[in-house]
T-cell receptor, first 116, second 114 residues
Framework: AQKITQTQPGMFVQEKEAVTLDCTYD???????LFWYKQPSSGEMIFLIY??????QNATEGRYSLNFQKARKSANLVISASQLGDSAMYFC?????????????FGQGTRLTINP | NAGVTQTPKFQVLKTGQSMTLQCAQD?????MSWYRQDPGMGLRLIHY???????DQGEVPNGYNVSRSTTEDFPLRLLSAAPSQTSVYFC?????????????FGPGTRLTVL
């Protein structure tokens, strides 16, 4: 069965510093997708970045990048030059190919706090 | 283009009452899903649908029913509410065959069962 583990319940970072949020996953499938979502205090789920298991390059979207280490089964989110608005919950999620995007498995999340 | 909409935003029920959470999307997405989020936890899949007339169970389906009569709508029914169903409910949709099949989430419904 798929499983996502986020081992950092909370992170505190100074503004403008880079931050890495950890995510490890467990799957027996060779083909899968990994997602990161941001949930601000207002509660909505905001898609940040996606990595396919066969993608050779690490995904990047603006200040977000995904450090994908397939052999270690890790998919860490890196936020460069953090901003106060980055304070939120961050969730790592996975779905196996063939399941379709409608079946995501989520980790428990990391609460990121950016200090001025 | 409103994306994914959910009603109501907040709801308080008494144990044993039934209700329907509404979800609609205007993006012509084939896939729709319902998740629940309990305090301090990630989202867990309740039910999902791959198209009109087709639904299936997720990880935590007990106590919930769904139907999908149109592409746009995917209501979630609580048959007999229990305090354990106090949670935030998210509806999501995604496009079949997209290169990055991201799920787009609605704003959520905060449900309290007394």
């Amino acid at each position: 069965a798929q499983k996502i583990t986020q081992t950092q319940p909370g992170m505190f970072v100074q503004e403008k510093e880079a931050v890495t949020l950890d995510c490890t996953y467990d799957t027996s499938d060779q083909s899968y997708g990994l997602f990161w979502y941001k949930q601000p205090s207002s509660g909505e789920m905001i898609f940040l970045i996606y990595q396919g298991s066969y993608d050779e390059q690490n995904a990047t979207e603006g200040r977000y990048s995904l450090n994908f280490q397939k052999a270690r089964k890790s998919a860490n989110l890196v936020i460069s030059a953090s901003q106060l608005g980055d304070s939120a919950m961050y969730f790592c999620a996975m779905r196996e190919k063939g399941q379709g995007a409608q079946k995501l498995v989520f980790g428990q999340g990391t609460r990121l706090t950016i200090n001025p | 283009n409103a994306g994914v909409t959910q009603t109501p935003k907040f709801q308080v029920l008494k144990t044993g009452q039934s209700m329907t959470l509404q979800c609609a999307q205007d993006m012509n997405h084939e896939y729709m899903s319902w998740y629940r989020q309990d305090p301090g936890m990630g989202l867990r899949l309740i039910h999902y649908s791959v198209g009109a007339g087709i639904t299936d169970q997720g990880e935590v389906p007990n106590g919930y029913n769904v139907s999908r009569s149109t592409t746009e709508d995917f209501p979630l029914r609580l048959l007999s509410a229990a305090p354990s169903q106090t949670s935030v409910y998210f509806c999501a949709s995604s496009k079949q065959g997209a290169r990055i099949d991201t799920q787009y989430f609605g704003p959520g419904t905060r449900l309290t069962v007394l």
